[in-house]
């Protein structure tokens, strides 16, 4: 594939939190009225090509984002979904190394489970721990199980106030999924090109890769502290800055966006 070759542009963006309000119920997620039009206006654009990349399955991803001509990466990038409908895998190899280490983390996972108000949700290639629900009484057993889970070999934890994720794979996080990205589009991302918008900490790995190819990235939220990020509040706020930065035209925003929690 050769379609990102001259100067074109990449835009990439994380899903919950980013795209989608965070809510209280992961199940309810949906893409703002402002991201949808974003995303629409940016794969209409013939000098562009949208990416959004989730920890997410593929089929979960895609049944919440409503917009054509976009690539859609699952697994935090491990798998992709071409605007054609096309799929790239990892391949039966990464499958069997998934098995095998979900297998190893699920005693411990179990354990977690056990403590009253935690959810695990599995995602195929991760799996992530919730903890919004758990009463304050029970957040200690939680974060010393947590921390067990980061001493095991063989997977990598991604932490957040009211989560944390499990990589199956340990070198599958957003960074390895934009840069496999990049490999199948045949784009070189350097020059400035390039551009990614998250809220949490696998998207801070992408965001560093993006920084260092002279690219851009934007920070939803305060969730990431890194030099040369740029912040905003909420969806709404993002589709307002990136607007600029593709010069697709203003589009009123809020003066002031909350984030819901989730």
């Given at each position: 594939m050769s379609r990102g070759g001259g100067s074109a542009r990449l835009w990439v963006f994380d899903f919950d939190g980013t795209l989608s309000p965070l809510v209280p119920d992961r199940n309810a997620a949906q893409l703002h009225p402002a991201s949808r039009a974003l995303l629409k206006a940016l794969a209409e654009d013939p000098g562009s090509r949208?990416?959004?990349?989730?920890?997410?399955?593929?089929?979960?991803?895609?049944?919440?984002?409503?917009?054509?001509?976009?690539?859609?990466?699952?697994?935090?990038?491990?798998?992709?979904?071409?605007?054609?409908?096309?799929?790239?895998?990892?391949?039966?190899?990464?499958?069997?190394?998934?098995?095998?280490?979900?297998?190893?983390?699920?005693?411990?996972l179990s354990k977690i489970s056990s403590v009253p108000g935690v959810e695990i949700e599995d995602k195929r290639w991760s799996l992530a721990v919730h903890f919004r629900r758990v009463p304050p009484e029970g957040l200690d057993a939680v974060h010393?199980?947590?921390?067990?889970?980061?001493r095991l070999s063989?997977?990598?934890?991604?932490?957040?106030?009211?989560a944390a994720e499990v990589q199956l794979l340990p070198s599958a996080d957003k960074s390895f999924g934009i840069r496999k990205l990049c490999?199948?589009?045949?784009?070189?991302?350097?020059?400035?090109?390039?551009?990614?918008?998250?809220?949490?900490?696998?998207?801070?790995?992408?965001?560093?890769?993006?920084?260092?190819?002279?690219?851009?990235?934007?920070?939803?939220?305060?969730?990431?502290?890194?030099?040369?990020?740029?912040?905003?509040?909420?969806?709404?706020?993002?589709?307002?800055?990136?607007?600029?930065?593709?010069?697709?035209?203003?589009?009123?925003?809020?003066?002031?966006?909350?984030?819901?929690?989730?």
């Open positions: 949208v990416a959004v990349l989730s920890s997410r399955s593929i089929e979960d991803l895609a049944g919440r984002i409503p917009v054509g001509n976009l690539f859609l990466g699952g697994g935090s990038g491990l798998e992709w979904r071409l605007p054609a409908g096309h799929r790239i895998g990892p391949g039966e190899a990464a499958e069997a190394r998934r098995d095998k280490t979900r297998g190893a983390v699920l005693p411990l010393s199980l947590v921390l067990e889970l980061e063989g997977i990598r934890v991604f932490s957040g106030p009211a490999g199948f589009l045949r784009f070189s991302p350097s020059g400035g090109r390039i551009f990614y918008a998250g809220d949490d900490e696998n998207d801070a790995a992408a965001m560093r890769w993006v920084i260092a190819m002279k690219g851009k990235a934007v920070a939803v939220g305060n969730g990431i502290r890194m030099t040369g990020v740029r912040h905003v509040d909420g969806p709404a706020s993002l589709a307002h800055a990136v607007r600029a930065m593709a010069r697709l035209g203003r589009r009123a925003v809020p003066a002031s966006e909350g984030r819901s929690e989730g």
